[in-house]
């Protein structure tokens, strides 16, 4: 897939849950699940409640989301 066929979206970190999987808050006011993506795993970047993050996602499944920066 083209970077070009994901939803760039905003939200905020709700709740850390297992296997760095993340409950966010879109913008919208949508709650989705969201994972991180290989480069935030790889440079470590650590993740909290409360964070501002830019997620994508997918249009062919609206509940789920990549991580991709944090603000």
């Not at 470590?44 to 249009?59: A, C, N, Q, T």
Request: aromatic share 8%; hydrophobic share 35%.
């Amino acid at each position: 897939m083209k970077d070009k066929e994901f939803l760039e979206v905003k939200g905020i970190v709700e709740e850390l849950l297992p296997s760095t999987k993340f409950r966010v808050k879109l913008e919208n006011g949508q709650t989705i699940l969201a994972y991180l993506s290989g480069r935030l795993r790889l440079n470590r970047i650590k993740i909290l409640p409360g964070d501002e993050v830019k997620i994508e996602i997918s249009p062919y499944d609206l509940t789920k989301g990549r991580i991709v920066y944090r603000y």
